[in-house]
């Protein structure tokens, strides 16, 4: 059911309310790696102040942000090198799904096992059907050697926690990405990758450019899917932020149920919300996927512009920031991500100490002037194979 609420305390990618989980895998990477009611919800709708205060202040303080943030990332978030270079011979193991963005990701981590001198497997599993995954854990276990490492990606804790005894016991850690928060444990050495510190660093960033943007006086709306977590923890962060940082800003969020989300639905819950709130100048998605359409509809509906704003951008997105008709949003580097896994698979292999989520994610943000050509992964700094290498001792 669509409403618009004031700002709640943050809680991003991966963690849903344990009755959803097996729901919403299917949904989750589908859209992202995975508002809105009835019309009788009106009366709910009302896009919050955050406050009263000086805009001249907030606005100084978000442009400072948005100016570090426009410049491209030099570090891959990692920098103590590798003990020594990678045994040869151990096998990653990756279960891929069959979502495009697990595809990038496949491939990135063959290309970057390659450079660590590992064997690599692609085993398949399917987002809407938990089972596949679980099944895939444990051939893996059955390998003979052990693989250096499991990835998997989209999936929450949830679903695949009971299998992490039976990997601290084989030696073999998990190396999940984008699956928002995980139990601190050995075997799950960095936590998440693309996890609840990335998330909250780009909705951050988002947060400050919108109020840079709007003058410190916007009024926004984001999209929000409560069910997933990782996505709620980026929602959270944002109004946070913007209740935080700008006093004279609104903020308000479109609730959209995960069958919405699949049914592609999106859409017409924030264009109902729009029509609610006709003043709202700005719309917020915490995954690019969803706003395919959107600018569309809006003029379809007789509403007045909207800017848009995000997280994850689609290639859509990014040609809409090129046109003019999306504003900015961040970037989310999935070869990286790749990269990182093997990284993290190497230093649990050598007995080394791997930090939450294998250091920050390269952040930017990606407006007209910074976006470039529209690309699956936009992976920056560009350069980010040979910094790897190096800290591998490879190549």
Known sequence: MSHVSTPAPFSRRGVLRPAAAAVAVGTFLVLALAG??????????????????????????????????LQAPTSI??????????????????????????????????????????????????????????????????????????????????????????????????????????????????????????????????????????????????????????????TDQYVSTVKSGCPDCSVGTVDVTLAQVGGGQVVPAVVSALQRNRDVKYVVTVQGEFTQGLQAAVKAAGLPDVQLLGINPAKFNQQQVQTGEAKAFTLLPFNIMAWKAVDVALR???????EPGDGALPLQLLTKETVGSPQDSIDRPEDYEQQFKKLWKVG
Do not use: H
């Open 348 to 354: 649990y292999a050598q007995g080394m100490s791997v």
């Open 77 to 234: 978030g990692v920098t103590e090198p590798l003990k020594s270079a990678p045994a040869k011979g151990g096998t990653l193991v990756f279960l891929s799904c069959e979502n495009g963005l697990c595809q990038v990701l496949a491939k990135g981590m063959g290309t970057a096992a390659k450079a660590a001198g590992l064997e690599y497997k692609n085993q398949p599993i399917k987002l809407a059907d938990p089972a596949t995954l679980i099944a895939g854990m444990q051939q893996a276990l059955e390998m003979n050697p052990k693989p250096v490492g499991v990835a998997f990606a989209g999936i929450p804790e949830a679903v695949w926690g009971s299998q992490a005894p039976a990997f601290q016991k084989a030696g073999v850690p998990l190396i999940p990405i984008a699956v928002g928060e995980t139990t601190a444990s050995p075997v799950v050495p960095a936590g998440s990758l693309d996890g609840p510190a990335d998330a909250r660093a780009q909705a951050s960033a988002i947060a400050n450019f919108f109020i840079a943007d709007s003058q410190g006086r916007g009024k926004s709306l984001i999209v929000n899917v409560p069910d997933v977590g990782s996505l709620k923890i980026v």
């Open 36 to 69: 809105c009611s009835s019309s009788d919800d009106a009366g709910k709708d009302a896009v919050t102040p955050t406050a009263t205060g000086s805009a001249s202040a907030a606005v100084a303080a978000a442009q400072a942000e948005v100016t570090k943030l």
